[in-house]
Structures are given as structure tokens and as C-alpha cells.
């Protein structure tokens, strides 16, 4: 007999849960690399 | 380069954290009751195992630290916790919410543990709130240490609000009197989930911290470059 969750939609809220955290993950490094490269920028320019 | 070499950190710690996921998805059996869903516990406990454990301990010992001996540099170790703090606690929320959603029927309902919880993300903002609208000096780090310090008293309230309070979330199931309740595929699973968010947390505290004290410095080169 095949398997059958008993969660209706379960996929639906595991790939919700894990969506959001990875793209919530993903998008504060690029904002820390982005205010890195910056800070860098402008500290460069001060240099000069 | 050398600057950036904890960048390059951080995205190696993002990747162990997928792959953490993905071997919670591969080699773990599904629940005997929930089925599937139950697989949101392995973000779900993890973000908040660093939101309530890791980050609650950084912000307190900085802000103890912060009242000893004020400094701008620990300030802005204590207002990284802080950061990275609402992070994993936003995401606690969050996939707890679904989690409910699935399980109980309900995204939200004002329970012990979701009410301190979301408390816990209100104080984290305060503070943010707080640190920006004081002005640099010592004054600021007494009040933001204080502050800090605060926030983490709601921290064992969180832990004890299921054995406190009559409520909806599980009781605990990781640290219990009379041994686990869960299998050991699943336990050593869930484990080695919080060990690689501790990681990736750390990880982003240092990027964090090392961002603020780069855009201090440069603020200070650039008000000597005018003066």
C-alpha cells in the first residue's frame, strides 16, 4: 500500500518553511557582502 | 581579499547548512504522527536553539561586559547579537507559524510559548530602536547594556513556558527528565542541524561585528580628513 501523509499540503509547508529561511539566510549575507565591499570602497576613496 | 575573508566564511557556513538540510531530508525517517511536516523541526529548533542559546548568551555576556567596562567596540558586539539575534528569531517564528498551521490548524494563537517568544523579538527591536535613537557615548552603553541584560531574563521564561503554563506547543523534547522521546536518527539529525546554524550564526555575528568597526574607523578617517 502506498504511503499517505496525513498532513494535507504537507510538502507545501515544509518547502515554505525552508524557502523562506534559505532566501532570508541568502539575503542578509549578500546585505553584510554588499556593506562590506562598501565600506571598502569608500575607505579607498578616502585613501586617495 | 583580506578583508573579505569572512565573507568567503559565511557563505562556506551557508552551504553546511543546506547540507545539513539535505541530510535531514535523506537519511531520517518520517513521523509516525505528523508524517512529513514534522521535518520543519529541523530549522525550526535549530534558529531557535541560536536565537534563545547562542545569541542570548553573546548579548548577556557582552552587555555584563558593557556595564564593567563601556567601550564602543563591545557595544557594537552586543548590537550584533542583537542583529543576528532577530534574525533566527524571526525565522523561529516564522516556520513555527507554518509548523502550527499544519499541525494545530491556526498560524497564530496567543499561547506561553509564542507570546514570550514574540516578546523576545519586540525587545530585540527595542533595542535596535534604542541604540539608534541614543547618542554616541557612555550613556548610550549603559542604557543599551541594561537593556541587553533585560532581554535575556525573557530567555528561560521562553524555555519554561511549556512546563509553566497549560499550552498548545509540545513540551520539551530534547533535554527531558526520564530520557528522549525521539528516535536517534531523527535526534542525532536535529543535532548536527544546531551545530551548523551555530556556526552559520557566529559566522554572521563576525561579519556583522567586523562590518560596524570598519564603518566606525571610516568614520572617524573621514571627520580627521576634514578637521
Redesign the interface.
Same mark, same amino acid.
Given at each position: 500500500m502506498d504511503?499517505v501523509?496525513? !498532513?494535507k499540503? &504537507? *510538502?507545501f509547508? !515544509?518547502y @515554505? *518553511?525552508?524557502g =523562506? *529561511?534559505?532566501f =532570508? +539566510? $541568502?539575503a542578509?549575507?549578500t546585505w @553584510? &557582502?554588499v $556593506?562590506?565591499i562598501n !565600506? #571598502?570602497a +569608500?575607505?579607498k576613496a #578616502?585613501e586617495k | 581579499m583580506r578583508e573579505s575573508k569572512d565573507i568567503l566564511a559565511g557563505l562556506i557556513g551557508l552551504v553546511l547548512v543546506f547540507i545539513g538540510w539535505w541530510y535531514a531530508f535523506s537519511f531520517t525517517p518520517v513521523d509516525a504522527q505528523q508524517g512529513a511536516v514534522y521535518r520543519i523541526i529541523y530549522i525550526h529548533v535549530p534558529a531557535a536553539a541560536s536565537a534563545l542559546g547562542l545569541c542570548s548568551l553573546g548579548l548577556l555576556v557582552t552587555s555584563i561586559w558593557g556595564l564593567l567596562k563601556p567601550s564602543e567596540k563591545i557595544l557594537q558586539a552586543s548590537r550584533s547579537w542583537v542583529e543576528v539575534g532577530l534574525i533566527f528569531t524571526t525565522i523561529t517564528l516564522l516556520t513555527g507559524s507554518i509548523w502550527g498551521k499544519s499541525t494545530w490548524g491556526t498560524w497564530w494563537t496567543w499561547d506561553a510559548r509564542l507570546t514570550t517568544t514574540f516578546l523576545l523579538a519586540i525587545l530585540l527591536l527595542a533595542y535596535l530602536l534604542l541604540y539608534n535613537s541614543l547618542r554616541q557615548g557612555k550613556q548610550r552603553i549603559r542604557i543599551c547594556s541594561v537593556l541587553g541584560i533585560l532581554i535575556c531574563v525573557d530567555v528561560p521564561i521562553i524555555y519554561k513556558s511549556v512546563s509553566w503554563w497549560r499550552t498548545l506547543h509540545q513540551p520539551s523534547s530534547i533535554i527531558e527528565q526520564g530520557g528522549r522521546t525521539m528516535d536517534p536518527a531523527m535526534y542525532n539529525a536535529l543535532l548536527l542541524n544546531i551545530f551548523l546554524i551555530a556556526i552559520f550564526s557566529t559566522l554572521l555575528w563576525m561579519i556583522r561585528f567586523k562590518n560596524l568597526r570598519l564603518h566606525d574607523q571610516m568614520t572617524q578617517d573621514s571627520f580627521e580628513g576634514v578637521s
Open positions: 504511503y501523509d496525513p !498532513i499540503n &504537507a *510538502s509547508y !515544509i @515554505l *518553511s525552508y =523562506l *529561511s534559505g =532570508l +539566510f $541568502c542578509v549575507l @553584510l &557582502a $556593506c562590506r !565600506i #571598502l +569608500f575607505r #578616502l | -
